[in-house]
């Protein structure tokens, strides 16, 4: 095997956010770069919760967010933009792969592959923060809306752009996250990509991780996020080429819901139920390691109480 690949963590609305990013690069690590679920302009502003979910952590550990942004046109962009480079970031990804017609249907997300125009003036705009604000852009994509062809159609686009690096999902968005892989037209896109490019898609494994490096050598980087969340010591597993049990696992899920509750529990205020809601979710991927049964309790409690007494019988 050649030189490992970098593991970027993907972001997943709802479960990798603030929290769960910070907690699992003090336990776990291996991940290069963690991305932000997205942040969007709405309503006339940019949600609150979302620039919040940017601020830079103090906790103990350096490791690199990277935060990401959706956007319909350069209009939006460019708020989005100034709003990041404010925080403090001077690099910025755009999301051009989401599929939920919530977002799709604006224009946004996987929507703008085939919006070429907005594109245009999109990455106009990063050219103009690039020289400005000496921002750095990325790209999270879908090999289309409808078509997979609709990738390849913009890929000189791309590649003519200040875009940095790209992140490709083979699949289309109306697929959403179930459905075959079209590896075959991600190989004719790697192979006319002239930007460093990373796979993401289906990575469950370190057996994952390497079969996609073998078949695409000149990949910078793979993407993972169900794989991770549900494994958190994958990207380790990979990087150190040593296998942890799934005990040494779960002791690390368990220690990533340890932080995560503690930092809910000081930070919430609208009491244990408000809690309980926020910290359930976490489970949604656990059940490779813990099984079905224990889960489904997980998210049945109907009390803070309930629910810790579950979880400290977990060992």
Not at 203 to 229: A, C, H, T, W, Y
Not at 291 to 313: M, P, Q
């Amino acid at each position: 095997m050649s030189d490992k690949l970098n593991i970027h963590f993907a972001p997943l609305q709802g479960f990798t956010e603030a929290p769960y990013r910070q907690a699992h690069a003090i336990v776990c690590g291996g991940v290069s770069e963690y991305y932000t679920p997205f942040i969007r302009y709405e309503h006339g502003e940019i949600r609150r919760k979302d620039l919040r979910d940017i601020a830079r952590p103090e906790i103990g550990v350096v490791f690199n967010q990277v935060p990401q942004v959706i956007a319909a046109g350069s209009a939006d962009f460019d708020l989005l933009c100034r709003s990041v480079i404010e925080n403090g970031y001077n690099r910025i990804d755009l999301n051009m792969g989401c599929p939920f017609p919530l977002q799709t249907g604006k224009g946004k997300g996987a929507a703008l592959i085939s919006r070429v125009e907005s594109l245009k003036a999109i990455l106009l705009s990063m050219e103009k923060f690039q020289l400005e604000n000496g921002v750095h852009f990325s790209v999270k994509m879908r090999l289309g809306l409808e078509n997979p062809s609709e990738s390849l159609d913009i890929l000189p686009m791309l590649n003519d752009s200040c875009i940095e690096n790209i992140t490709l999902h083979p699949r289309i968005a109306k697929q959403q996250y179930k459905g075959a892989l079209y590896m075959d037209s991600f190989s004719e896109f790697y192979s006319k990509c002239q930007k460093p490019l990373c796979y993401n898609g289906d990575i469950q494994s370190v057996s994952d991780i390497e079969n996609i490096q073998e078949r695409f050598p000149k990949l910078d980087s793979v993407m993972i996020g169900r794989g991770l969340l549900s494994r958190p010591t994958l990207a380790k597993e990979y990087l150190e080429g040593k296998s942890e049990s799934d005990e040494d696992a779960k002791r690390a899920v368990l220690s990533i819901h340890e932080k995560v509750l503690s930092y809910y529990r000081n930070t919430l205020e609208g009491g244990q139920g408000q809690i309980l809601q926020k910290i359930q979710p976490f489970w949604e991927y656990q059940q490779p390691l813990f099984g079905h049964k224990l889960v489904k309790s997980v998210t049945k409690t109907r009390s803070l109480k309930a629910y810790e007494e579950l979880i400290s019988n977990i060992r």
